[in-house]
């Protein structure tokens, strides 16, 4: 294996901290084409889909791609903004603000987000952080629940990409969140401020993205941590178990999931005389296709149709400063150790120092 070309170098530059938020990602525009792209690549990773490739090509190939991609084009395009895919424009919008929070606290570092699927890619991102002089990189998945299905494969596309580069910079990786305070007290106050407004339901439904039952069988701890985040979040909130259920959503294929499914549950509520339903996405930290249209569209049109009276859906924390707050405290943690802190007078120092450097540098090249 040939190792890609390294960027140009220059003795005495200093080495930088580079953080990566990543996203799954979104197609490019909500277009037949464009969704058509975006689903090949997301639907083809191994981490994805667990049955054997052959019959997956088939599959994916001849039923998935040719009949998904207009239905989920129609979808995306009944969310889609004047920015752009919601999700792309909040992880952006978050992106920055980190950098800012994490600047406001002494840390010089360098803020990026990428997307696992689609653009901009993992290695785009990485690659210019390390062209910018980015030494040391924190990978920060947006995902606060580990799962092989979405934190593993971002990590898998890391180390695939460095696999073919000569020079790797130092890596730390962000596994999970789920019971993070900063994390919890952010949810808890999206809550609490929607219920100020509106006031309370008769049941608050929590709702995380599904994932086929095998994977926990086979050890995934995602179905843990998903009910962890509900549980303090319930104690945070002060809900008896009776005013609140979790459920798992965005159901795919015919195996089984994990259960209870959001859609049928909301629908036995409706069906049951429950009148009113907040549904929240702890989950997701931005919104995206999962909550602005699954849930916000269709899961309130079936609680809606099955006799249920009123239907809230409360936003992801996008950008929301508490969660900015805690996105910054978690990256904190996993730099402890990396020369992040520089007051004026040290980053001064250091540019001396590698001016020194350079001049050194310089001279024995012209000695030689």
Known sequence: ??????????HGTLSKTGLVLVN?????????????????????????????????????????????????AAKYASIWTQEGSPLLVHTKKQAALLRGYLGERGHD?????????????????VDKLKADGCDRILILPAYPQYSATTTASIFDAVFSHYAKV????????????????????????????HWEVHGRPDKLVMSFHGVPKRTLLLGDPYHCECHKTARLLANALRLTPE????????????????????????????KEGVRRIDVL???????????????????????????????HYIPCLNE?????????????????????????????????????????????????
């Open 243 to 270: 005013q609140y259920i979790v459920t798992f959503q965005s159901r795919f294929g015919k195996a089984e999931w994990l259960q209870p499914y959001t859609a049928p549950t909301v629908q036995k509520m409706g």
């Open 109 to 125: 570092v360098q803020v990026a987000y990428a997307m696992r699927y689609g653009s901009p890619s993992v290695a785009q991102v």
């Open 24 to 72: 799954l990602g979104t197609p490019d525009e909500p277009t037949t084409p464009a969704v058509r792209r975006y689903l090949k690549q997301f639907l083809w990773d191994p981490r994805m889909v667990e049955i054997p490739r052959a019959l997956w090509w088939l599959i994916l190939h001849g039923v998935i791609l040719p009949f998904r991609s207009s239905k989920s």
């Open 166 to 193: 000569r020079n790797v910079p130092e890596l730390r990786f962000v596994k999970h969140y789920h019971d993070n305070e900063g994390y919890i007290d952010a949810l808890k106050n999206s809550v609490l401020a």
């Open 320 to 368: 929301d400063p508490a969660w900015i707050t805690a996105l910054a405290e978690i990256a904190e943690q996993h730099m402890v150790g990396w020369p992040t802190m520089q007051t004026p007078q040290m980053r001064e120092d250091a540019r001396k120092e590698a001016e020194v450097a350079r001049q050194r540098a310089v001279q024995m090249g012209a000695k030689n």
């Open 1 to 10: 294996m040939r190792p890609n070309p390294e960027p140009p170098y220059s």
């Open 281 to 311: 996405c702890p989950g997701f930290s931005s919104d995206c296709l999962e909550t602005l249209e699954e849930i916000a569209m269709e899961v309130k049109q079936d609680f809606l149709t099955a006799g249920g009276k009123e239907f």
